[in-house]
């Protein structure tokens, strides 16, 4: 597949304006400042082709890039306190919306923070990916931020954390070096052709 051709297509805020789903769709969640854009834009090989920013909860829209036959769906960041109840509420019609309109995913990649324990809002995500038995890998971002010792152990508690979902892959992943880039693109590419 190649990564490199990939383009921004649209944003949307309802689930209304949502485009038919007439293409392999690999989506990306996970909290506010997680590290979603930063993870599109190293698989997508450009800078700034997913907006980063370093103020929480910026991205309240679904944004699809488009490139070799799938669209990549960059999903809205939850967990942010100090949202609105309507951003929150447009939050939550945003995603019922993308996931029960019987659209062609073919993988989500879930994204939670090497650093810390899964946050409650990241097992409620995790846990209706498992309801509704939506394929999905686990990339545990910001490894770079971590020792070598922080690492490994933080490697062995998320692994006995999630080991209640059988056999979900966990991949390490820094924006920064590149680790785990390849392992990530090449799982989006055997997804997109199954
Ligand atoms: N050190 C390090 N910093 C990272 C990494 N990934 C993201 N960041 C930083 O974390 C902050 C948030 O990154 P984003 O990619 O914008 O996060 P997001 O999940 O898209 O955030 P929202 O769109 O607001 O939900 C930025 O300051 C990034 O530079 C990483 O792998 N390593
Ligand atoms: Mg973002």
Known sequence: MNFNSFDFEASYG???QLPAS????IAFAGRSN????????KVLNRKSLARVSSVPGKTVTINFFKGDGIRLVDLPGYGYAKVSRSEKDRWAELMEGYF??????????????MRHKPTKDDLTMINFLVETGCPFIIAMTKSDKLNKGKYKAQLEA?????????????????????????EIRKII????NN
């Open 14 to 16: 309802t689930s209304a």
């Open 22 to 25: 007439d293409l392999p769709e």
């Open 34 to 41: 997680v590290g979603k854009s930063s993870l599109l834009n």
């Open 100 to 113: 029960k309109s019987q659209r062609n995913i073919r993988l989500v990649v879930q994204l939670v923070d």
């Open 158 to 182: 998320l692994s006995r954390e999630f080991e209640y979902l059988g056999d979900i892959k966990l991949i390490p992943f820094s924006a920064l070096n590149g680790e785990g880039t390849d």
């Open 189 to 192: 590419e055997q997804s997109a």
